[in-house]
């Protein structure tokens, strides 16, 4: 399943334990396609392509797609995941409280500076030395960096010989596993965030556009 497909997926369990929430018992796939911004064609599509019941004029039961969508993508009740860097971003992601209706928990965060170290907050912050420990006792498999850029690499380092296997990278040094996520001995998975660039690239695109050199959608 290449990343979009995934992706696309994840939006459409989203959107649908909304429409759950709302009382629905049934989609269409023009609902969905416009709740992500694909047509309902390509929605149509996905599901056939990992058979997905439904059909165009009855639509889609939601309990049994949910269900679908939960077991195609792995879904794992233990979303538990850990931060690394306490500063503004790491702190941010530790207050957003919507993250508990997503079924993700940030379970501690971690700091290398003793005066962010603070163990009786809901959320508790460790010295980076209890990392390890605290991965293997918890079951931990996706970690957040949030550490200075220079310090990235080397946090990166640490939750991997840990055992995390997802990260979640805010420093602007794009991480990658060693060797390649394909060969990579750890087999991990990294994301790079980079909002600085995303913006950039917004800019990029509204102004090939303006210019009349063409649109693009990503
Ligand atoms: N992805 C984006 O779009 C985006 C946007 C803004 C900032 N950033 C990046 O996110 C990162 C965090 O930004 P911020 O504004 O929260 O920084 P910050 O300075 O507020 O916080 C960084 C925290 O990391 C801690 N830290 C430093 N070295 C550490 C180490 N080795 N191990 C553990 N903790 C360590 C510091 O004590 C501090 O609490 C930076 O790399 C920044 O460049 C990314």
């Known amino acids: 399943m290449n990343k979009e497909l995934i992706l696309r997926l994840t939006k459409y369990k989203r959107i649908l334990s909304k429409l759950k929430a709302l009382g629905l018992e049934r989609v ?3 609902n969905l396609g416009d709740a992500i911004g ?6 149509r599509k996905d599901f056939s392509n990992l058979n997905l019941p439904g059909n165009k004029r009855g639509g889609y039961n939601i309990d049994e797609l949910t269900e679908r969508l939960d077991r195609v993508l792995g879904y794992d009740e233990n979303q538990n995941v850990i931060i690394v860097g306490c500063g503004r971003i790491g702190t941010a992601l530790m207050r957003f409280d919507e993250f508990h209706h997503e079924g993700i928990r940030i379970k501690a965060g971690f700091d290398a500076s003793p005066e962010n170290v603070d163990n009786s907050t ?5 010295p980076l030395e209890k990392l390890p420990e605290f991965v293997k006792e918890n079951d931990i498999r996706v970690g957040i960096i949030a550490v200075p850029d220079s310090a990235a690499s ?8 840990a055992g995390i296997k997802g990260i979640l990278n805010f420093a602007a040094v794009e991480l ?3 060797g390649g996520d394909k060969d990579c001995p750890a087999n991990c998975t990294v994301h790079n965030v980079n909002i600085g660039l995303e913006i950039e690239h917004l800019f990029y695109q509204l102004n090939l556009t ?9």
Do not use: H, R
């Open 28 to 30: 269409f796939s023009n």
């Open 38 to 43: 694909v047509s309902p064609a390509l929605v």
């Open 122 to 126: 809901e959320i508790p912050v460790y």
């Open 154 to 161: 080397q946090v990166f380092d640490l939750m991997v010989s």
């Open 176 to 178: 990658k596993c060693a």
């Open 210 to 218: 303006e210019s009349g050199i063409g649109c693009e959608d990503t």
